[in-house]
């Protein structure tokens, strides 16, 4: 039946059915035209419409935190031994003994608080301009330059860096930098990193008499590396620090294999409660992502299970003045140089910090009271969201 005439017999054969089937059936169907209203929804007839209103408050929603178990745990070393230890520190500062990822979960606290050491040089070197103005009388002077760092910046270690040793540079004695050391031991009381010039001969000569002279004041000897196994330097300086009872710091540049290698090798002469590492410190702008991707692999891994990386970790953030931007003269739009370099160095610790690092080696005061001031807030299990938290996509700053 054509057009119109077939609609009114169509319909009647529809009625009171509740559904049809189709044998046979074929369509076709040229242009088809979709229309989708686009003014406000209308009620059915005979309904009375219903007025839309905004929510007023965002939507309740519970949060269950997932909740994963390890198998492994770090290794805890103790650095700085007391009096009643046969040493002369204040107190002894642990690191290490994590077995959760840091600051994820407020039921699995830290096992020990990240700890900050504040960095002293044994002679005069160039030092920017923002760092120069906190240490311009005790520059000449690494023990009182460490006082100042303990009494009025608050530092939980020393870093003494040895630089004079350097053969390059004026190639002291190994005699003259256990001197310094023992200057800078008498002048505070809180546990030393002692820093050598790089050079794997001449450094395995100033740790074993730098050990001598420390005995049992559980230093932490920065750096052993694989290079000084070309050299058969490595084996002189861990026996040496076993023999005095310190610490040694196993130093490799952001490849983990290397990391295990150099921990396998120090396990023949060392516990693990003697050894600490150091993945490398990149500093931003120049790879710091690197260094957060290698801290948290190293400690992922250790928590895993894997046994030759579960040793702590330490941080040099004071790589972060390599960067030139910390430090150099720019447009105005950086901000000021006095801000920059402190804010520069406060990131690459606070990036590393969630990565698990344990020790930080830092110059500016200002990073490390940021840094400890985070550090309490991570702690914090039931700390107050911040006003306005709920409106950060409209916010203006």
Same mark, same amino acid.
């Given at each position: 039946?054509?057009?119109?005439?077939?609609?009114?017999?169509?319909?009647?054969? =529809?009625?009171?059915?509740?559904?049809?089937?189709?044998?046979?059936?074929?369509?076709?169907?040229?242009?088809?035209?979709?229309?989708?209203?686009?003014?406000?929804?209308?009620?059915?007839?005979?309904?009375?419409?219903?007025?839309?209103?905004?929510?007023?408050?965002?939507?309740?929603?519970?949060?269950?935190?997932?909740?994963?178990?390890?198998?492994?745990?770090?290794?805890?070393?103790?650095?700085?031994?007391?009096?009643?230890?046969?040493?002369?520190?204040?107190?002894? =500062?642990?690191?290490?003994?994590?077995?959760?990822?840091?600051?994820?979960?407020?039921?699995?606290?830290?096992?020990?608080?990240?700890?900050?050491?504040?960095?002293?040089?044994?002679?005069?070197?160039?030092?920017?301009?923002?760092?120069?103005?906190?240490?311009?009388?005790?520059?000449?002077?690494?023990?009182?330059?460490?006082?100042?760092?303990?009494?009025?910046?608050?530092?939980?270690?020393?870093?003494?860096?040895?630089?004079?040793?350097?053969?390059?540079?004026?190639?002291?004695?190994?005699?003259?930098?256990?001197?310094?050391?023992?200057?800078?031991?008498?002048?505070?009381?809180?546990?030393?990193?002692?820093?050598?010039?790089?050079?794997?001969?001449?450094?395995?000569?100033?740790?074993?008499?730098?050990?001598?002279?420390?005995?049992?004041?559980?230093?932490?000897?920065?750096?052993?590396?694989?290079?000084?196994?070309?050299?058969?330097?490595?084996?002189?300086?861990?026996?040496?620090?076993?023999?005095?009872?310190?610490?040694?710091?196993?130093?490799?540049? =952001?490849?983990?294999?290397?990391?295990?290698?150099?921990?396998?090798?120090?396990?023949?002469?060392?516990?693990?409660?003697?050894?600490?590492?150091?993945?490398?410190?990149?500093?931003?702008?120049?790879?710091?992502?690197?260094?957060?991707?290698?801290?948290?692999?190293?400690?992922?891994?250790? =928590?895993?299970?894997?046994?030759?990386?579960?040793?702590?970790?330490?941080?040099?953030?004071?790589?972060?003045?390599?960067?030139?931007?910390?430090?150099?003269?720019?447009?105005?739009?950086?901000?000021?140089?006095?801000?920059?370099?402190?804010?520069?160095?406060?990131?690459?610790?606070?990036?590393?910090?969630?990565?698990?690092?344990?020790?930080?080696?830092?110059?500016?005061?200002?990073?490390?009271?940021?840094?400890?001031?985070?550090?309490?807030?991570?702690?914090?299990?039931?700390?107050?969201?911040?006003?306005?938290?709920?409106?950060?996509?409209?916010?203006?700053?």
């Amino acid at each position: 039946m054509p057009g119109q005439e077939a609609i009114p017999r169509f319909l009647a054969m =529809l009625s009171g059915k509740e559904r049809i089937e189709l044998e046979n059936f074929s369509m076709e169907i040229g242009d088809l035209e979709l229309w989708i209203p686009t003014g406000p929804a209308t009620a059915p007839r005979g309904l009375p419409a219903v007025a839309h209103q905004k929510p007023s408050t965002l939507f309740a929603e519970t949060f269950f935190p997932h909740r994963e178990e390890f198998v492994g745990r770090i290794h805890e070393v103790r650095l700085g031994e007391t009096k009643a230890g046969g040493g002369s520190r204040g107190r002894s =500062l642990t690191i290490g003994g994590s077995d959760y990822p840091p600051f994820v979960s407020a039921d699995h606290p830290a096992a020990h608080t990240p700890i900050f050491a504040l960095d002293v040089f044994d002679m005069e070197v160039p030092l920017p301009r923002v760092l120069m103005e906190n240490v311009r009388d005790v520059v000449s002077d690494p023990a009182e330059w460490a006082r100042m760092n303990v009494k009025k910046y608050g530092a939980d270690m020393i870093t003494v860096h040895l630089m004079s040793t350097d053969p390059l540079i004026r190639d002291s004695s190994p005699e003259a930098a256990a001197r310094t050391v023992e200057e800078v031991l008498q002048a505070v009381d809180v546990p030393l990193i002692i820093g050598g010039c790089g050079d794997p001969r001449k450094d395995a000569q100033v740790f074993c008499k730098v050990s001598e002279v420390a005995d049992c004041e559980r230093l932490l000897l920065n750096s052993v590396t694989l290079g000084m196994t070309e050299t058969k330097t490595l084996d002189v300086v861990a026996r040496a620090a076993k023999e005095h009872n310190h610490a040694v710091l196993g130093f490799t540049g =952001l490849e983990l294999n290397k990391a295990k290698e150099l921990n396998r090798r120090l396990y023949e002469y060392l516990p693990p409660e003697d050894i600490v590492m150091d993945l490398t410190t990149v500093a931003l702008g120049y790879g710091l992502e690197y260094s957060f991707t290698i801290h948290e692999r190293a400690r992922h891994a250790a =928590l895993m299970g894997d046994t030759e990386l579960q040793q702590p970790t330490i941080s040099a953030s004071t790589n972060a003045w390599a960067a030139r931007e910390a430090w150099m003269k720019m447009d105005k739009k950086y901000g000021s140089r006095g801000l920059r370099g402190p804010l520069w160095e406060t990131i690459n610790a606070l990036t590393l910090l969630l990565a698990g690092v344990d020790i930080f080696m830092m110059m500016h005061p200002a990073a490390i009271r940021t840094c400890k001031d985070m550090i309490r807030m991570f702690a914090e299990k039931d700390a107050p969201a911040p006003d306005g938290v709920s409106r950060w996509a409209t916010m203006k700053i």
